[in-house]
């Protein structure tokens, strides 16, 4: 196991401080919802941080492949509608093994006809028509799927398993969809694979937010099962109102008299609930990180560790010693948008919703990608740090915003335009914050602020 | 032949006139990520905020003129205004250049490196002009809003088609025509065009004859201005002005520019365009245009349309990654000014 140097054990209390001092000052409500966030952020960071950090590899579909977790999470634990399953369930299979079909067909004549110009022509007749075929099928079915009580239904439903298993599913998601991505693009130079793979994320999301059978699109899939329990069985559950009881004895002991005291106690009852469901969530996160982050490290600092910081630094000398440079980086994007994908159904898992069209490119790719910078490429725990702390300064720049702008404008009137408009954009000043902290980094301490550790061995 | 006809009409009115427009302030914007990529050597990211950034400049000007009765007449107020949009943007773009870029390229940094900046650049002005103009939607085009409208002409031909025109459109277009003819003019015949297609061909060769590079970068800077405000406003012109709508539209515009080949210039243009009209013409449904070709015997039940209108980002990242798979180096090789 690693050993932590001492600013790391620095920046592991500053993020511990953090939370604390929020929690005496906004409450530990706030405090817990921003942890639970800043966890999964940095696990993506940490996904993404193992391609470019370990390989160099440059990841710009962090958002599609969160899209895959959050639709895992939807076909794992939603219950299965067999409405929507009789209406159009054959139609849909008719047009998959359809689809099989002219893929075999198609890799048939690839094999077989070996002059090309016969062979494109084959394969785009091949195609054209098959593609005419399955449509109709396709079409039909999902019209049907669709039409089946639209309000609340209208998609195929999952399989109704507990959400938690959604975790992996969504791992192996967002993995099938990085080996497809790596196998048609990874070939390109750094700055194209960029451009390709925010575009083909972007894809991604389009296709779940209209193909409605299978995620419902634009409607949201809502009322999701939660791995912990639900605040309102909490507060009716005796061994929960004993141990808030137990817990408040002295301040409950202050009050005599006895419906002041049920009040109190039913108020401490209904916050504790919150608190406990965030904290739960937060154990079960915390505990999904450290797994990731154990494994990491125990990846970064194995043979197969060094041989990717090898083809990281010098490809064509890996290359010399023979190492199959394609076939790593296909393994490292692939196992990157994995660990992605596992955010993704957390993500999804912690909001009980799915919400297509919240997925968006700045939101969803490019701060993941100012985490990775500022916390450091290269470096898990720094992947950690930065998740933490953009995070953090994501959520808390509008309060300090808002402190900024009244301490600038003291002298004028509280109706002045200038200071009203300014009050008005305090959301936007974050990502100016989100912007400058980027370019301060970059310029200043272009490792991140717990750069990789050189190692000689 | 009456029929023959409307079916022509109705493919110039939802397909080759939408197309020629957009396909322009594609082709503007393409032209501007070229620029930057073939003489500063990176992907910049931050290239539809600035286009954003000139068109706000713009709207605001607008405003002002606007509100001093200040117009001209039947074309939109917002010509009068683009002059100042373009210097703003002409100095948004060299004091991020002055204050970010410059450093990393006496650095001698790797292409990825200045991409991220880029990004950082990107936050920033998203964040100026969010703050500065909030996040609605803005209509800002005045004046006379359609050349011929769709009565007019059935009325003028007899056919059963109309053929709208809106005066944006052939705003655009004629802008268009005009600022690529004065970019080619440049790069081809003037001394300082040439230093800079010497530069992007070979740079340690154009310092040794004594090219100021400095000087290269500089007037790339004013070029792409000049070209992103021009394109921002024209979009925004033409549909309506809406920020968060340019982050979207970087996607295209690097499409197009890569289709065509990065860093050609006549690449950018003509990849604008094939991005254009390829999410327009797969994404149309043709239902009507065959109910006039064919007898009615054979007239089709469906839309005829190949993918709805909600994959149109796909269709244009679709042709990216089949030209990148076929022909990496794009339709006409880029590199090279």
């Given at each position: 196991?690693?050993?932590?140097e001492?600013?790391?054990?620095l920046?592991?209390t500053?993020?511990?401080?953090?939370f604390?001092f929020?929690?005496?000052?906004q409450?530990?409500?706030v405090?817990?919802?921003i942890?639970n966030?800043?966890?999964?952020?940095a696990?993506?960071?940490m996904g993404?941080n193992?391609?470019w950090?370990?390989?160099g590899?440059?990841?710009f579909?962090?958002?599609g492949?969160?899209a895959?977790?959050?639709?895992?999470?939807?076909?794992?634990?939603?219950p299965?509608i067999?409405?929507?399953?009789?209406?159009?369930?054959?139609?849909?299979?008719?047009?998959f093994?359809l689809?099989?079909?002219?893929?075999?067909a198609v890799?048939?004549?690839?094999?077989t006809?070996?002059?090309?110009?016969?062979?494109?022509?084959l394969?785009?007749?091949i195609?054209f028509?098959?593609?005419?075929?399955?449509r109709?099928?396709?079409l039909?079915?999902?019209?049907n799927?669709?039409?089946?009580?639209?309000a609340?239904a209208?998609?195929?439903?999952g399989?109704g398993?507990?959400i938690?298993?959604?975790w992996?599913?969504g791992g192996?998601?967002?993995?099938g969809?990085?080996?497809?991505i790596g196998?048609?693009?990874?070939?390109?130079?750094s700055?194209?694979?960029?451009?390709v793979t925010?575009?083909?994320?972007e894809i991604v999301?389009s296709?779940?937010k209209h193909?409605?059978?299978l995620s419902r699109?634009?409607?949201?899939?809502i009322?999701l099962?939660r791995?912990v329990?639900?605040e309102?069985?909490?507060?009716?559950?005796d061994w929960f109102?004993?141990l808030?009881?137990?817990?408040n004895?002295?301040?409950?002991?202050?009050?005599i008299?006895v419906t002041?005291?049920?009040?109190?106690?039913?108020?401490?009852?209904?916050?504790?609930?919150?608190?406990f469901?965030?904290?739960?969530?937060?154990?079960?996160f915390?505990i999904v990180?450290l797994?990731?982050?154990?494994?990491?490290?125990k990846a970064?600092?194995s043979p197969?560790?060094?041989?990717?910081r090898?083809?990281?630094d010098?490809?064509?000398?890996?290359?010399a010693?023979?190492?199959?440079?394609v076939k790593?980086h296909?393994?490292?994007?692939?196992i990157g948008?994995?660990?992605v994908g596992v955010?993704?159904?957390?993500l999804?898992t912690?909001?009980?919703?799915?919400?297509?069209s919240g997925?968006?490119?700045?939101r969803?790719?490019?701060i993941?990608?100012i985490?990775?910078?500022?916390?450091g490429?290269?470096n898990?725990l720094?992947?950690i740090?930065g998740?933490f702390v953009?995070?953090f300064?994501?959520?808390?720049a509008?309060?300090l915003t808002t402190?900024i702008?009244?301490?600038?404008?003291?002298?004028l009137?509280?109706t002045n335009a200038?200071?009203l408009?300014?009050?008005?954009s305090v959301?936007y000043?974050?990502?100016?914050f989100?912007?400058?902290?980027l370019l301060?980094?970059l310029?200043y301490r272009?490792?991140?602020?717990?750069?990789?550790?050189v190692?000689?061995? | 032949m009456?029929d023959?006809?409307?079916?022509i009409i109705?493919?110039?009115?939802?397909?080759?006139i939408?197309?020629?427009?957009?396909?322009?302030?594609?082709a503007?914007g393409a032209l501007?990520v070229t620029?930057?990529?073939a003489?500063l050597?990176f992907a910049?990211?931050a290239?539809?905020e600035?286009?954003?950034?000139g068109?706000m400049?713009t709207?605001?000007f607008t405003w002002?003129?606007q509100?001093?009765?200040?117009?001209l007449g039947?074309?939109?107020?917002?010509?009068l205004a683009?002059?100042i949009?373009?210097?703003?943007t002409i100095i948004?773009c060299?004091?991020?250049?002055k204050?970010?870029?410059q450093y990393?390229?006496y650095?001698?940094?790797v292409?990825?490196?200045l991409?991220?900046v880029s990004?950082?650049v990107m936050?920033v002005?998203n964040?100026?002009?969010r703050?500065i103009?909030g996040?609605?939607?803005i209509?800002?085009?005045?004046g006379q809003k359609?050349?011929?409208?769709?009565?007019?002409?059935?009325i003028m031909?007899g056919?059963n088609?109309g053929?709208a025109?809106?005066?944006?459109?052939?705003?655009?277009i004629l802008i268009?025509?005009?600022?690529l003819?004065?970019?080619?003019w440049?790069l081809?015949?003037?001394k300082?065009?040439k230093?800079?297609?010497a530069f992007?061909?070979?740079?340690?060769?154009?310092l040794l004859?004594g090219i100021?590079?400095?000087?290269?970068?500089?007037?790339?800077?004013?070029?792409?201005?000049?070209?992103?405000?021009?394109?921002g406003?024209?979009y925004?012109l033409?549909?309506s002005?809406k920020?968060?709508?340019y982050?979207?539209?970087?996607l295209?515009?690097?499409a197009s520019?890569i289709?065509?080949?990065?860093?050609?210039p006549?690449?950018?243009?003509?990849g604008?365009y094939?991005?254009a009209?390829s999410?327009?013409?797969?994404t149309?449904a043709y239902?009507k245009?065959f109910?006039?070709l064919l007898?009615?015997s054979?007239e089709p039940?469906?839309?005829?349309?190949l993918?709805?209108?909600?994959?149109?980002?796909a269709v244009s990242?679709?042709?990216l990654?089949?030209v990148l798979?076929?022909?990496p180096?794009?339709?006409f090789?880029?590199?090279?000014?």
């Amino acid at each position: 196991m690693m050993k932590f140097e001492r600013y790391e054990w620095l920046a592991i209390t500053i993020m511990i401080s953090l939370f604390i001092f929020v929690g005496f000052i906004q409450g530990w409500s706030v405090s817990l919802v921003i942890l639970n966030m800043c966890i999964i952020s940095a696990i993506m960071t940490m996904g993404v941080n193992i391609s470019w950090g370990y390989a160099g590899v440059i990841n710009f579909g962090v958002m599609g492949f969160l899209a895959m977790g959050g639709l895992a999470a939807v076909l794992v634990s939603y219950p299965p509608i067999t409405e929507s399953w009789q209406a159009g369930g054959r139609g849909l299979g008719i047009s998959f093994a359809l689809l099989v079909v002219l893929v075999i067909a198609v890799m048939y004549i690839n094999k077989t006809v070996i002059q090309k110009r016969n062979r494109y022509i084959l394969n785009s007749l091949i195609i054209f028509f098959g593609i005419l075929i399955i449509r109709h099928f396709y079409l039909n079915a999902t019209h049907n799927i669709e039409d089946v009580n639209p309000a609340i239904a209208g998609f195929l439903g999952g399989l109704g398993l507990p959400i938690i298993f959604s975790w992996i599913v969504g791992g192996l998601f967002a993995a099938g969809v990085a080996f497809v991505i790596g196998k048609v693009a990874l070939g390109l130079r750094s700055d194209y694979l960029a451009i390709v793979t925010l575009g083909i994320s972007e894809i991604v999301v389009s296709v779940l937010k209209h193909e409605e059978w299978l995620s419902r699109g634009v409607k949201n899939v809502i009322g999701l099962k939660r791995p912990v329990p639900y605040e309102i069985d909490l507060q009716n559950a005796d061994w929960f109102i004993n141990l808030v009881t137990y817990l408040n004895s002295s301040k409950l002991n202050n009050i005599i008299d006895v419906t002041d005291r049920q009040q109190v106690l039913n108020n401490l009852i209904i916050d504790g609930s919150g608190i406990f469901v965030k904290l739960s969530y937060a154990i079960l996160f915390l505990i999904v990180m450290l797994i990731i982050f154990y494994f990491a490290n125990k990846a970064q600092l194995s043979p197969w560790g060094r041989m990717m910081r090898a083809i990281r630094d010098n490809e064509t000398a890996a290359n010399a010693m023979g190492k199959d440079v394609v076939k790593q980086h296909l393994i490292i994007f692939v196992i990157g948008a994995a660990i992605v994908g596992v955010a993704g159904a957390m993500l999804v898992t912690l909001d009980g919703l799915f919400t297509p069209s919240g997925y968006r490119p700045l939101r969803f790719t490019f701060i993941i990608w100012i985490m990775v910078i500022v916390g450091g490429s290269g470096n898990n725990l720094g992947a950690i740090f930065g998740g933490f702390v953009i995070w953090f300064s994501w959520i808390e720049a509008a309060p300090l915003t808002t402190f900024i702008i009244n301490l600038l404008t003291i002298g004028l009137e509280p109706t002045n335009a200038l200071k009203l408009h300014l009050l008005d954009s305090v959301p936007y000043f974050r990502y100016l914050f989100m912007g400058l902290i980027l370019l301060l980094i970059l310029r200043y301490r272009p490792k991140g602020i717990i750069p990789e550790k050189v190692r000689h061995s | 032949m009456i029929d023959f006809l409307n079916s022509i009409i109705v493919l110039l009115n939802f397909i080759i006139i939408p197309g020629i427009s957009y396909g322009s302030q594609l082709a503007l914007g393409a032209l501007g990520v070229t620029f930057v990529y073939a003489i500063l050597r990176f992907a910049n990211f931050a290239h539809g905020e600035i286009m954003s950034f000139g068109a706000m400049i713009t709207i605001l000007f607008t405003w002002f003129f606007q509100s001093q009765n200040i117009g001209l007449g039947i074309l939109p107020t917002a010509l009068l205004a683009l002059p100042i949009g373009i210097i703003a943007t002409i100095i948004l773009c060299i004091i991020s250049d002055k204050f970010v870029f410059q450093y990393y390229r006496y650095q001698k940094s790797v292409p990825v490196v200045l991409a991220m900046v880029s990004i950082g650049v990107m936050f920033v002005i998203n964040a100026i002009i969010r703050i500065i103009i909030g996040t609605e939607t803005i209509k800002f085009s005045d004046g006379q809003k359609f050349i011929m409208k769709a009565k007019q002409f059935k009325i003028m031909t007899g056919l059963n088609e109309g053929l709208a025109l809106k005066s944006s459109q052939v705003i655009t277009i004629l802008i268009t025509v005009l600022l690529l003819t004065f970019t080619f003019w440049f790069l081809q015949k003037t001394k300082t065009g040439k230093s800079m297609r010497a530069f992007s061909d070979n740079e340690d060769l154009a310092l040794l004859s004594g090219i100021n590079p400095d000087r290269v970068v500089f007037t790339t800077w004013i070029i792409v201005g000049v070209l992103a405000c021009v394109a921002g406003t024209l979009y925004g012109l033409d549909k309506s002005y809406k920020p968060i709508i340019y982050l979207n539209l970087v996607l295209p515009i690097f499409a197009s520019a890569i289709v065509g080949g990065i860093g050609s210039p006549f690449g950018a243009v003509v990849g604008g365009y094939v991005i254009a009209f390829s999410e327009i013409m797969v994404t149309y449904a043709y239902k009507k245009f065959f109910v006039y070709l064919l007898p009615s015997s054979m007239e089709p039940t469906g839309l005829v349309q190949l993918l709805s209108t909600d994959y149109k980002f796909a269709v244009s990242f679709s042709i990216l990654v089949i030209v990148l798979l076929i022909r990496p180096s794009g339709i006409f090789k880029g590199k090279v000014l």
